[in-house]
C-alpha cells in the first residue's frame, strides 16, 4: 500500500482534501457539480471523483437525483455536537453578562442557513425570555441573525435569503431584501442589532456578532420591551459589546 502524502502543515494530504471540499459545498449553498468542485479547489477531476466517492460512502456527502453532491446527514450530528459544546464553554460569560444587565442572554450561530441557539441564561425576573436551546430561526427575522448577517459579505447574505426566503414571524420582521440590507448597513455601523418584536411581539433583542469566531455566531440579550426601552438599549449594548469581544478573546485555540 502507498503511504499517504503529507499536507502543508504535516497532515495527511487526501483527508486535507476532503475537507477542504466539505467547506466547499458549504460554501456554495451545500450542494454543487463535480466540475464544480474542481473549479473551486483546483484539484483534478479524478481525484475530486475519489474523494467524493469515499465521503458519499461514509455518509458525510450525498448524490442527489440531479446528479449534484450535496452536504450529508451524518454531518449534522457532528454539526450540532460541536455548537453545544460552544454553548457550554461560552456559559460563564453570559451568566457574568446576566448579573450585570438582569435579562436573559442568549449565544446563537448560523448554521446550513439558520440562526441555532446554543446556549442560554435566564433572568431572575419572574417575566422573563425563554429560548430552547437547540431552536432554529431564519436569520432575517432574529436580532442575533441580522448581527451575523451584517458581518458576512453582501452576495453571501443575498444568496442565503434566496435559499430561504423571508417569510415574516410577525408583522414587524423584515420581509423585503433591498430594506434589510439597509438595516444590515445601521448594524454594521453602529455595532450592534436590535430585534423590535421581529420574532416575537413584545419582545426586544440586543444582539451583538462575536469578532473572529469559527462560524458566524453572536451573543444577546432578551427581554420585555416594556423593560429594554431605549434608555435601556443604549446602556445594555455596551455591555453586550463588551461581552462579544471577550468571548473572542477566549475562543478555544484550534
Known amino acids: 500500500m502507498a503511504a499517504e502524502k503529507s499536507g502543508r502543515d504535516g497532515g495527511v494530504q487526501s483527508l486535507q482534501r476532503a475537507f477542504e471540499l466539505l467547506e466547499h459545498l458549504a460554501d456554495t449553498g451545500g450542494e454543487a457539480s463535480l466540475s464544480e468542485l474542481a473549479t473551486l479547489s483546483g484539484l483534478p477531476m479524478p481525484t475530486i ?19 449534484h453532491y450535496a452536504l450529508g446527514a451524518r454531518l449534522i450530528r457532528l454539526g ?6 460552544f454553548g ?16 436573559t442572554a442568549n449565544l446563537a450561530v448560523l448554521e446550513r442557513d439558520e440562526v441555532v441557539y446554543v446556549a442560554q441564561v435566564p433572568s431572575k425576573h419572574s417575566m422573563r425570555m425563554f429560548t430552547e436551546v437547540g431552536r432554529r430561526l431564519l436569520p432575517h427575522g432574529t436580532g442575533v441573525g441580522k448581527a451575523m448577517l451584517a458581518e458576512l459579505p453582501a452576495d453571501e447574505v443575498t444568496s442565503l435569503l434566496e435559499r430561504t426566503g423571508m417569510p415574516a414571524y410577525t408583522e414587524h420582521t423584515f420581509t423585503d431584501a433591498d430594506a434589510l440590507a439597509v438595516e444590515l448597513k445601521k448594524i454594521a455601523g453602529q455595532g450592534y442589532a436590535l430585534d423590535e418584536a421581529e420574532q416575537e411581539l413584545g419582545v426586544r433583542c440586543i444582539a451583538v456578532a462575536i469578532p473572529g469566531a469559527p462560524v458566524p455566531a453572536a451573543v444577546s440579550v432578551s427581554g420585555p420591551s416594556g423593560r429594554l426601552t431605549a434608555d435601556a438599549v ?19 485555540v484550534t
Open 49 to 67: 471523483h475519489r474523494l467524493i466517492r469515499t465521503l458519499v460512502s461514509l455518509g458525510y456527502v450525498r448524490q442527489n437525483t440531479n446528479r
Open 88 to 103: 457550554a464553554w461560552a456559559r460563564p460569560l453570559l451568566v457574568e453578562l446576566v448579573e450585570e444587565v438582569g435579562e
Open 80 to 85: 450540532e455536537n460541536a455548537s453545544m459544546q
Open 234 to 252: 443604549s446602556h445594555i449594548a455596551p455591555v453586550v459589546q463588551k461581552i462579544a469581544d471577550r468571548l473572542s478573546q477566549q475562543l478555544p
